[in-house]
Structures are given as structure tokens and as C-alpha cells.
């Protein structure tokens, strides 16, 4: 098997990120896995604070070496199990809040996607190309589904999307402005970008 091609998929919340990786694993089951960097927080009691809120918006927040080791996992071909909450996956997440395990496999392209995915210098060094959907805070939150807070979104949110992610926007090697897009007209410019990229 060749070496899976590794997509970076970053934005800030709500952006559209997981719906995008959603609708191409459905339509190409066969070709692409999707690894999700929500599957790598640590527990609470190792959370970053502000204040007495915890922040998941920090990159403190979240397991990188373990990131890391499963992507190198899966650049030779083997499988990883990774504790999902996913809920395509593991439907009863939202009402168990337990990760459950579950064994992704190496597809020809990985799709690698998170907030803060270019963040970190070693997942960089893995990605073979890299799309940031870009997109205003204020339409980021009208689509947020989980977790709407508004202490949470001006103390941690807004400053932390402003700190951590949208310095990343330069390190994607495409940057696209979803603000008027459908998901069908997203899914044709990171479609394009794929066969570019993949010669499918």
C-alpha cells in the first residue's frame, strides 16, 4: 500500500470543518478516513484555565504526541484505536459523554482535522497539503451547535480563536472563505484541491 496522503482541515469553530470530513467519507468511503483532533483532549482535571473556567481552546488542552504517534501509525499502513466522541460513531456520546474505542484504518488520504491542527510544528511536518476555512466569528457562532456559553465564548473563544488559530491561517496552503458558500459549493473547491493533490 502507498503512503496515505494526509489533508490538514482547520478553521475556527463552527467553520464547517467536521460536516465537510462527514460528507466526503460518505461519498468516498473507500479512499478517505477522517482522524479528528476532538478525540485527543485530556480529562478535565488536566485542562488549562482561565480563571476558573476550563479552556478547551488552548492548545495545552490537547494530546499532540498522541496525535502524532497515530498519524505515524497510519503513514505505514497500520490501523489505530482511538477513544472516539464522534458521534457518527458513537451515537450516544452526547448523553454518555464516554469516548468509546473505535479502529481507523489507513485509506489513501487521512483527512486530519481540528481547530488547531497547524498550531503544532510535527503535525505540519506530517501534512501533505492543508485548507483553512475561513469564515467571521459572528457566523462561526451562529452555526456552533454544542456548547453555547456566552462566558465561554467572550473570555475564551474569541481570544483564544484571535491568539491560537488564525495566526495558523498562514502556515494552510489553501485558505478558503466559506462566508457565502453552500456545502455543495465547498465540497467542489476541496474536491478540486484533492485531485490536485491525489491525480484520483
Known sequence: MKKPIFIGITGGSGAGKSTLCDVLITKYPETIEAIRLDDYFKPKEE????????????????????????????SKGNSVIINTRNTKLNPKYEETKIKIPFEFY???????????????EKVRELLDDSIYLDIEHSKRWERRVHFKNDEYEKKVIIPMHNEHIEPTKKYAKHVIDVTNLSKEEVLEKVEKILEEKTNW
Open 106 to 120: 489507513s485509506k489513501p488520504i487521512i483527512l486530519v482535522e481540528g481547530f488547531l491542527i497547524l498550531i503544532n
Open 47 to 74: 485542562q488549562p484555565r482561565i480563571g476558573d473556567i476550563l479552556n478547551f481552546d488552548h492548545p495545552d488542552s490537547l494530546y499532540f504526541d498522541k496525535l502524532i504517534s497515530d498519524l505515524k501509525e497510519l
